[in-house]
């Protein structure tokens, strides 16, 4: 009989699926995005991935995140394929573990936005390169990279004594954001509804990695308890791509976690509201808070490019590329 395939096994190969995959590295790579911003800033593009390929692959809609990966390629000197599951065989049946053993043997890394987590372990699972998670239903790793360089940036390289709000569903962006907050030692409290509110294992992973550094992770029952003493507030969507049927019941329970003028008179002086976008004006923020000038929205959208460089760097520079590994 034939042997059974196994996994792809490639002990220099690393993945990013959980934030939690780049603790260790997450202060260097902020430095990083930061100073890589700067350089683009004087018009110098270091060439660190010449030569190297970027497999791109998309279950869902995306703006920000395709677009700054495909570009943080281009500027690395490298080369990046988009990959919409609609024209792909694996959106016609062929098996995830197939489909990673065939981009394994083209490209140097997969970035991957599914609808599932599950899916999402087993492109890496199966594949011999390293695999990026671009969003799922469970974690945006790559955008709290990005949030977490904006206010590194806007408090002048440090964490200490700084408070971070969060304002509404317990979704992947909340999972990703409170472990984040937690390795950095940023105290965050989060104001989630009854029912929406993250699992008890997540919670207690993100206060096990902020009580290493002194700091505190909070859920509480109101916008305003959140926003108190924060210095800076941030929101995601309350209806999530995958979330849609759920609309109705949703913009319900959610009514009134907004980020507004009001709420933000609530928070310290000086503090300034965050978004992932793409946005619901009117639903989880005014349009005054996104037009207005206590927000570092635009400056967080731009650094998704300059995150992703970093991560790009770290993980496809000095890895394997392809190879004959998996069977
Ligand atoms: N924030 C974010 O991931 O945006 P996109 O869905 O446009 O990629
Ligand atoms: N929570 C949102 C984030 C979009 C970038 C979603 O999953 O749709």
Not at 95 to 104: F, N, Y
Request: proline fraction near 5%.
């Amino acid at each position: 009989m034939a042997p059974k395939a196994q996994p792809a096994s490639t002990p220099t190969k690393r993945d990013l699926l959980s934030i939690l995959d780049v603790a260790e590295e997450l202060p260097s790579l902020l430095r990083r995005a930061a100073e890589l911003r700067a350089l683009r800033n004087k018009g110098k593009l270091p060439h660190p991935l010449e030569g190297r390929a970027l497999a791109m692959i998309f279950e869902k809609p995306s703006t920000r995140t395709r677009s700054s990966f495909e570009l943080a390629m281009v500027e690395l000197g490298g080369h990046a394929v988009y990959l919409s599951t609609k024209d792909m065989q694996l959106g016609r049946g062929e098996t995830i573990a197939d489909t990673a053993r065939v981009l394994s043997r083209y490209y140097h890394g997969i970035c991957y936005r599914a609808f599932r987590w599950q899916d999402e372990t087993e492109l890496a699972k199966w594949s011999s390169i390293p695999v990026i998670n671009a969003l799922d239903d469970r974690e945006h790793p790559c955008q709290i990279v990005a949030d977490l360089q904006t206010l590194w940036e806007r408090w002048g390289g440090k964490f200490e004594g700084r408070q971070l709000a969060y304002i509404g569903d317990g979704n992947n962006v909340l999972r990703s954001l409170m472990y984040g907050a937690a390795i950095v030692g940023l105290d965050f409290v989060a104001a989630i509804p009854q029912g929406y509110r993250p699992d008890t294992e997540t919670l207690a992973k993100a206060r096990e990695l902020a009580a290493k550094k002194g700091s505190k992770v909070e859920i509480v029952d109101t916008p305003k308890a959140a926003a108190r003493g924060s210095d800076a507030l941030y929101t995601d969507v309350w209806v999530s791509m995958g979330d849609e049927a759920e609309a109705a019941q949703r913009k319900e329970a959610f009514h009134g976690f907004q980020i507004n003028d009001l709420l933000l008179g609530h928070a310290k002086d000086g503090a300034f509201a965050l978004h992932d976008l793409p946005a619901h004006r009117g639903e989880e923020i005014s349009d005054s808070v996104m037009d207005g000038e206590h927000q570092a929205i635009w400056d967080q959208a731009e650094n998704r490019l300059h995150a992703q460089k970093a991560i790009l760097e770290l993980l496809l520079r000095t890895r394997p590329g392809p190879a004959r590994r998996a069977r």
